[in-house]
C-alpha cells in the first residue's frame, strides 16, 4: 500500500488533532481519524481521493467546523481533507457582478471584498468569520437575509469538484444560466461532501443596496408578534429579513440589546428595507405600518452604525442563549408560513413536557426556525431530555408539512430522520444518487443519511 506521503507533500500530511476531529459547537461529538490533510492546489485534492478510493479509506470534508450538524465530524475515522490552504480568489469581476474563488476562502472574505466594489454577497449564515465557501455550498447555507436574497446555492453558477474515484469535474461556471444537463451544480450544493469535494466555486453577486433600513416590533406575545408577520407578507412589501425571537430568547439576550427592549415585551419581530434611498425609506415606512397593529413598541434604527450594532446584538443571540446553561441544542426546522404559530407554541410545550428550558426564534419569513433546547453538560440526564425534545420536534416538523432542516443539513446529528420525512420512495433515489457519485460509499460515511 502506498503512503499518502507518497501522493502529497510531507507538510501537507498532518497527525490527527482536536481542531480537525469535532465541530466547534459539536454537541460532544468527539471523531476519530488516522490522517488530516491540508491539500494546497486541485490536483492534491484528486490525489487524496484517488488513494482513499484505492485504499478503502473514508474521507471527511472539512471546512472552517462551524457546521451545526455534525456534518464535518469523522465519525467513521480514516483522513480528514481540510481546505483552509486552497484559498485564492481566482478571478474577480466587478463589473460583471462575479467572483471565482477557492472553496477555502472564508465567507466574510468574500462579502468584503464584494462590498469594497459596491457589491453584496447577499447570503449571511452567522459564523462568516470563520465558515469557508466550500462550506456554505456543502449546507447550502442561508442567513437572516435569505428571505429576499435566496440561500447560497441561489449565488453558484458553476462548481469545480473533485469526485470519486478523484476527477476533477466543473458544471456550470461564469454563466448565468445553464439547462443543459442533469443539474449537478444543484445536487453538489447541499449534498454536506457526501458527493464530491467542491474546490472552487463561481459566485454571482449584486449591487450592494443604498441603505438598509431595519424595521423592529415588540409585542405582548407570540401570537401578536406571528399576526404582524403575516400582516407584513400580506401587505406586498419585500422585506431583506424577516426574524423573530420570542419571549425566552428575549429574556436571555435582550439585556444587551442596544436599544433597550420594552418591559412587556414578549416578542420581537425585526424587518428590514434595502435597496435604493428612496426606495428603502419607502418600504420602511410601509414595514413601520404593517408591524403597528396590536404592537408594544416600534423601533427603527437608522444610522449605519446602529443597524450594524442590530445585527452584531441578533448575530450574538446563539451565544446568550448557549450561556445559560452551557449546552444547546439548537434545531432549524422550516415548517409552512401559515404554521409559524404551531412552531413557536409547541416548541414550549415540548420543552415542558421533557423538563428542559425551550425557545425558539430565526428567520420567520422563511419558516425557518431554530427551536432550541437547553442542558448543562453536566447534567447527563438533562442532555437526554433536550435530546428527545429534538426528536420530538422533528415530528412536530414533519407533521406540519415542513422539514428537519432548512438551514445546517442532516449531517451526524439528525441521522435516520430524513427517510422518515420523505417515505422509502423519494429516499430509494436519495441513495441511487449517493451510489452513482460515491459507489464505495467512503466520502463522508454516515452523513445526510
Ligand atoms: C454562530 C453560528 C451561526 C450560524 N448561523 C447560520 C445561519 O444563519 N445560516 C446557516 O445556514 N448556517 C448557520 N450556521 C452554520 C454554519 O456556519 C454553516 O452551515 C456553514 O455553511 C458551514 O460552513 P463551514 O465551512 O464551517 O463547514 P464545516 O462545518 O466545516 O462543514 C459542514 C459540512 O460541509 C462539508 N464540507 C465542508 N467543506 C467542504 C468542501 N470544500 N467540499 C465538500 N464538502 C465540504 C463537511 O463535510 C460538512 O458535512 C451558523 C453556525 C454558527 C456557529
Redesign the pocket.
Known sequence: MTALTDVLPREAVLEPQGRFLA???GRGVQGHADAVVLPSTVEEVAAVLRWCYENDVPL?????????AG??IPVEGGVVIG?ERLNKIRQFDPLLWRMHVD?GVTTADVQRLARENGLRFPP????GE???I??????N????HAFKYGVTGHWVTGIEAVVPPGDVVSVGGSIRKDVAGYDLRSLLVGS??TL????AAWLRLVPAPELELPVIGFYRDADSGVGAIETVLASGVVPAAVEYLDGVTLSFSGAAYPFGVPADARFMVITEADGSASEARRTADELREALADNAVAVHAPESAGEVAELWRWR?GA??AILAQRGGAYSEDIAVPLDRLRDVARETLEIGERHGVVALSFGHAGDGNIHSTFLFSPEDADEERRADAACHDLFDLAIGLGGTISG???V?WLKRGQLERQWGPDAYRLHTAIKQAFDPKGLL?PG?KT
Open positions: 465541530d466547534l459547537m471527511t470534508a472539512r471546512g472552517g467546523g462551524t457546521g451545526l456534518g464535518a481546505f472553496a449571511d449564515p452567522g459564523a470563520i465558515s469557508q466550500g462550506g456554505n455550498i456543502a449546507c447555507a442561508g442567513g437572516p454536506e461532501g464530491g469535494l467542491v474546490t448575530g446563539a451565544f438551514e445546517h443539513g449531517g463522508n452523513k
